[in-house]
């Protein structure tokens, strides 16, 4: 079975603070997709990453990060200098070989407050 | 270009009525999908299809069902709405498998089931 874990429910943090979005992955399988996706106040989804299992590099946009280690089954998102436009809740997801690709199974999601 | 059109934005039912979902895309996409989102859920998988004439079930399918006759449209449909049905209701659609590349979504619709 696939699973995503984000532990943090909620996070907190004060304008051009750095913040970091943890997310734990499960699967068995060998080939795998991991995303981020944003859903701010208004409630749509926003895609903001992917990434497949054979590339470990660290991806950067701007103030946005990744670290993904697969040692750890863990795929990271970081906000560098935080601004009150990141609030919002952020879903890490995961595909696998297992369903086709065709299934993605979302975490629980990180409600992101930055306040001025 | 629209995207990802949903509607209605807001629906409230009677335990036992029934009611249709509409999703629409014009990106020409074969995947399509429906999710629900509940709160400390995140987004569960209820049906998803592969293209015209194909559907297959999710995480949560029970009390909903799809049909897919062309590509753009993709329905969902509560054939006897219960109270466990209230959610936001998300339609989403890829150029890829869906679980391979960007999903796109609508703006949801908030069902309530009294």
């Given at each position: 079975a696939q699973k995503v874990t984000q532990a943090q429910t909620e996070i907190s943090v004060v304008e051009k603070e750095d913040v970091t979005l943890d997310c734990v992955y499960e699967t068995r399988d060998t080939t795998y997709y991991l995303f981020w996706y944003k859903q701010p106040p208004s409630g749509e989804l926003v895609f903001l990453i992917r990434r497949n299992s054979f590339d470990e590099q660290n991806e950067i946009s701007g103030r946005y990060s990744w670290n993904f280690q697969k040692s750890t089954s863990s795929f990271n998102f970081t906000i560098t200098a935080?601004?009150?436009?990141?609030?919002a809740v952020y879903f890490c997801a995961l595909s696998g070989m297992n369903t086709g690709f065709q299934k993605l199974v979302f975490g629980t999601g990180t409600r992101l407050l930055v306040s001025p | 270009n629209a995207g990802v059109t949903q509607t209605p934005k807001f629906q409230v039912l009677k335990t036992g009525q029934s009611m249709t979902l509409q999703c629409a895309q014009?990106?020409?996409?074969e995947y399509m999908s429906w999710y629900r989102q509940d709160p400390g859920m995140g987004l569960r998988l209820i049906h998803y299809s592969v293209g015209a004439g194909i559907t297959d079930q999710g995480e949560v399918p029970n009390g909903y069902n799809v049909s897919r006759s062309t590509t753009e449209d993709f329905p969902l449909r509560l054939l006897s709405a219960a109270p466990s049905q209230t959610s936001v209701y998300f339609c989403a659609s890829s150029k890829l498998a869906g679980g391979t590349g960007e999903l796109f979504f609508g703006e949801g619709s908030r069902l309530t089931v009294l």
């Amino acid at each position: 079975a696939q699973k995503v874990t984000q532990a943090q429910t909620e996070i907190s943090v004060v304008e051009k603070e750095d913040v970091t979005l943890d997310c734990v992955y499960e699967t068995r399988d060998t080939t795998y997709y991991l995303f981020w996706y944003k859903q701010p106040p208004s409630g749509e989804l926003v895609f903001l990453i992917r990434r497949n299992s054979f590339d470990e590099q660290n991806e950067i946009s701007g103030r946005y990060s990744w670290n993904f280690q697969k040692s750890t089954s863990s795929f990271n998102f970081t906000i560098t200098a935080s601004q009150v436009v990141d609030s919002a809740v952020y879903f890490c997801a995961l595909s696998g070989m297992n369903t086709g690709f065709q299934k993605l199974v979302f975490g629980t999601g990180t409600r992101l407050l930055v306040s001025p | 270009n629209a995207g990802v059109t949903q509607t209605p934005k807001f629906q409230v039912l009677k335990t036992g009525q029934s009611m249709t979902l509409q999703c629409a895309q014009d990106m020409n996409h074969e995947y399509m999908s429906w999710y629900r989102q509940d709160p400390g859920m995140g987004l569960r998988l209820i049906h998803y299809s592969v293209g015209a004439g194909i559907t297959d079930q999710g995480e949560v399918p029970n009390g909903y069902n799809v049909s897919r006759s062309t590509t753009e449209d993709f329905p969902l449909r509560l054939l006897s709405a219960a109270p466990s049905q209230t959610s936001v209701y998300f339609c989403a659609s890829s150029k890829l498998a869906g679980g391979t590349g960007e999903l796109f979504f609508g703006e949801g619709s908030r069902l309530t089931v009294l």
